[in-house]
T-cell receptor, first 114, second 113 residues
C-alpha cells in the first residue's frame, strides 16, 4: 500500500506538554503535508514541507522531513485542549505530479487534557 | 469565501437506493477531488477533476459509482445502487493550480442500511 504509516495511532497528553507525531512513507516525494481533522469535520491544511527542506515552523508547529529515512514528524509545542484532533500526513501518490493527488496516512488521534 | 460546500451533511438510505452527493468548490479553484473516509481504509481518493474534466477515476470502487462536474462550481458523486459497504464519510476538496494545498468540505456522512 502507498499509504503512509503514522505513529502513534493515539496520543494522550496534558495541556502545556509537547506532542510529537511521526509519518513514514515508501516512495520518493517532492513534498509532504500535514492536515488536522476535528471530530465530524473536514481536514484542514496545516503545513507543507518540500523535499529540499529539513525543517519548517508555523506558530507552535514544527515539521521535519528526512528524505533518506522517508519520514516526517510533526511537533506541536505547548499543546492546548483545542489541539485535540486527528492529524494526518499526506504526500503525492507514487509517480504522481498532479496537484492535490495525495495519499494520506492513517492518522494520529491526539487528545489534550485540560 | 464560504469554503468548499457539501450537501447533504448526513444521508441515510436503504440498500439499492440511488444516492447523490453534491459539492461546490471554492471559486477560482480548478481542481476538485472526491475522497472517502472509513475507519478500515482511511482516506481514499476516488476521482479528481481538472477544469471540469475527469483526470483520474482509478479510485472509484465500482461501476456503481459515478461522478460529474458539469461546470466549475458544481460536482456530484452518485452511487447507484447503494450498498451497506458504501457507508462512509465522503469528502470533496478543491485546490488551485500552483497550490498543492487541499481545501476540504465538511463531508457527507452516508449510512446505507
Amino acid at each position: 500500500s502507498q499509504q503512509g504509516e503514522e505513529d502513534p495511532q493515539a496520543l494522550s497528553i496534558q495541556e502545556g506538554e509537547n506532542a510529537t507525531m511521526n509519518c513514514s512513507y515508501k516512495t520518493s516525494i517532492n513534498n509532504l503535508q500535514w492536515y488536522r481533522q476535528n471530530s465530524g469535520r473536514g481536514l484542514v491544511h496545516l503545513i507543507l514541507i518540500r523535499s529540499n527542506e529539513r525543517e519548517k515552523h508555523s506558530g507552535r508547529l514544527r515539521v521535519t522531513l528526512d528524505t533518506s529515512k522517508k519520514s516526517s514528524s510533526l511537533l506541536i509545542t505547548a499543546s492546548r485542549a483545542a489541539d485535540t484532533a486527528s492529524y494526518f500526513c499526506a504526500f503525492p501518490n507514487a509517480g504522481g505530479t498532479s496537484y492535490g493527488k495525495l495519499t494520506f496516512g492513517q492518522g494520529t488521534i491526539l487528545t489534550v487534557h485540560p | 469565501d464560504a469554503g468548499v460546500i457539501q450537501s447533504p451533511r448526513h444521508e441515510v438510505t436503504e440498500m439499492g437506493q440511488e444516492v447523490t452527493l453534491r459539492c461546490k468548490p471554492i471559486s477560482g479553484h480548478d481542481y476538485l477531488f472526491w475522497y472517502r473516509q472509513t475507519m478500515m481504509r482511511g482516506l481514499e481518493l476516488l476521482i479528481y477533476f481538472n477544469n471540469n474534466v475527469p483526470i483520474d477515476d482509478s479510485g472509484m470502487p465500482e461501476d456503481r459509482f459515478s461522478a460529474k462536474m458539469p461546470n466549475a462550481s458544481f460536482s456530484t458523486l452518485k452511487i447507484q445502487p447503494s450498498e451497506p459497504r458504501d457507508s462512509a464519510v465522503y469528502f470533496c476538496a478543491s485546490s488551485g493550480t500552483g497550490s498543492r494545498k487541499l481545501f476540504f468540505g465538511s463531508g457527507t456522512q452516508l449510512s446505507v442500511l
